[in-house]
Structure formats: C-alpha cells, structure tokens
C-alpha cells in the first residue's frame, strides 16, 4: 500500500530564504507527483505535476524534483515571500487497472509560515 | 476555461440527519470526478470516483453514497450523518491531457 510522507510539518522562515519541503513515498511505481497549495480553509491548488519519466519540473520561484528509485519529491521555493505562507501538499499518482493515471495519495501536507 | 462548483460552501447538521452536497463541472467533457475528505489533523482521504454517468468506485467504507445522474455533475450523499463525518469536503477533476487534477473550493461539514 503506497503510503506518502511529508517532512517536516511546519515550518517557519524569515522572508527571502530559500528553503526545501520534502516529500517521500513508500512506492517507487507511480504515474506521476503533484504538488499542490492549500490555503486556510480554501480548496487545492496545483502547483506544478511531474511524470515518472520526468526528472523535474519549474514553475517561477518553484523547482519539483522526483528521484524515483529512492521514493522522494522535493519542493524548491527560492526567495521566499510571505504570501507563500500556506500549507503544501505532495500527492502521488497511482495507475490504474488500464495502465493510466488512478487515484492521488496525499501526504498531510508541510505548513509554511514566511515572517515577513 | 474550466471551472468546478460546489455548494454549499458551509453546512453545521445534527446526527442522524441526511446530507447532500454537489459538485459540477464546467467547461468540459467526461472528466474524471473525485469526492475527497479532509478530517482535522489527517491528510486527504478519497472517498469517491467516477470514470462516467453512474459509474462509481468507492474507496472507504462509509455510511456515504455517491452519484453521478449528468456527466458533469458529482453528489456526495448520506442518509444518516454521524459525528465522525464532519470534515472539508473536496470535489476534483482530471485534465485529460495533462493529468493535473484540479480542486473546487470545498464544503466545511460541521455535525453536531
């Protein structure tokens, strides 16, 4: 059973700093990874996806990268702002029984807090 | 462009009474739904999914029910809600081309 980690929890950073979320997967056989943005009380936001043939993906000041072979995501925010401030959420691509994309498993998420 | 509703946006009920929330789509054609639920101090939990109109796969069991009657519209239902169904709960949808899947604004769920 695909199991999807995140670390750490929370977070806290002064504004301007570069910082890194981790995410991992018990797994190594997905479809794809998604990172998403989850704003108190609001809906998902999709942040950038990445396929399992793909080694990263970039998105402005976001960078996602996917190892595979050693179950891991991470997420690169460089410049940190404090509108960046939410709760971020790594989820993995499951197949299905006809070889394509099936459900998403989701971490609990990394709460970012950047002190302005 | 895409767009995905649900409502209501707020809900407080009393155990043991019935529920419904909806979930519509505009903007295309045959996707992919998913029902979600997000319990305080849990991550996303997926409930529901359906490949087309009165297709649907159940991943938890539940006292919930779900059901597609238009090709673009995902109910989420119960006919008894129990305190433990309190939750956010999500609609998403699948872009074909890309995969990415895309979230509505959700439903706070409050029973008390």
């Known amino acids: 059973k695909q199991e999807v980690t995140q670390i750490p929890a929370a977070l806290s950073v002064p504004e301007g700093e570069n910082l890194v979320l981790n995410c991992s997967f018990t797994?190594?056989?997905?479809?794809?990874l998604q990172w998403f943005r989850q704003d108190p009380g609001k809906g998902l936001t999709s942040l950038l996806l990445i396929q399992s043939s793909q080694r990263e993906q970039t998105s402005g000041r976001l960078n996602a990268s996917l190892d595979k072979s050693s179950g891991r995501s991470t997420l690169y925010i460089a410049a940190s702002q404090p509108g960046d401030s939410a709760t971020y959420l790594c989820a993995v691509g499951a197949f299905n029984y006809g070889g394509s994309q099936g459900n998403l498993i989701f971490g609990k998420g990394t709460k970012l807090s950047v002190k302005p | 462009s895409q767009t995905i509703h649900q409502w209501p946006a707020t809900l407080v009920q009393p155990v043991g009474s019935p529920l419904s929330l909806e979930c519509t789509v505009e903007?295309?054609?045959?996707?992919?739904l998913y029902w979600y639920r997000q319990a305080a101090g849990r991550g996303l939990q997926l409930l529901f999914y359906?490949?087309?109109?009165?297709?649907i796969s159940s991943e938890v069991p539940q006292n919930l029910s779900a059901s597609r009657p238009q090709d673009r519209q995902f109910i989420l239902s119960s006919k008894k809600l129990l305190l433990s169904d309190s939750g956010f709960y999500l609609c998403?949808?699948?872009?074909?081309?890309?995969?990415?899947?895309?979230f509505g604004p959700g439903t706070r769920l409050t029973v008390l």
């Open positions: 903007g295309t054609s045959n996707p992919n």
């Open positions: 797994d190594s056989a997905i479809y794809n």
């Open positions: 998403a949808w699948v872009e074909g081309e890309t995969d990415t899947q895309y």
């Open positions: 359906s490949v087309g109109i009165g297709q």
